[in-house]
Nanobody, 122 residues
Framework: QVQLVESGGGLVQAGGSLRLSCVSS????????MGWFRQAPGKEREFVAS????????YYADSVKGRFTISRDNAKNTVYLQMNSLNATDTAVYYC???????????????WGQGTQVTVST
């Protein structure tokens, strides 16, 4: 059973930065596309960013483009989400997800982490 464990969430002031990490429990991590999604209260889960197996291709939601950066370290079975210039609309629970080929849709991902809360104060 694959497990994904996120960390790095917390409370930050508007304009600040956070870096989320997600560690996968098994060695096949490098064969999987990885994604970050988020869900705010009362809203559907939405795509944030995704990265291909080798890290050569990345995709971003328009709302985070230019502010967030997704990366991965296959030697550490870890994917990261660097979030800069945070604003109140970024407040949500952030989930990492693991699937096959890289994708921007939730249905493409098989395994999900438990989520980490990000709260941006104004």
């Amino acid at each position: 059973q694959v497990q994904l464990v996120e960390s790095g969430g917390g409370l930050v002031q508007a304009g600040g930065s956070l870096r989320l990490s997600c560690v996968s429990s098994d060695r096949t991590f490098r064969f999987s596309g990885m994604g970050w999604f988020r869900q705010a209260p009362g809203k559907e889960r939405e795509f944030v960013a995704s990265i291909s197996r080798e890290g050569s291709s990345t995709y971003y939601a328009d709302s985070v483009k230019g502010r967030f950066t997704i990366s991965r370290d296959n030697a550490k079975n870890t994917v990261y989400l660097q979030m800069n210039s945070l604003n109140a609309t970024d407040t949500a629970v952030y989930y990492c997800a693991r699937g096959g080929p890289v994708s921007t849709t939730t249905r493409a991902y098989i395994y999900w982490g438990q989520g980490t809360q990000v709260t941006v104060s104004t």
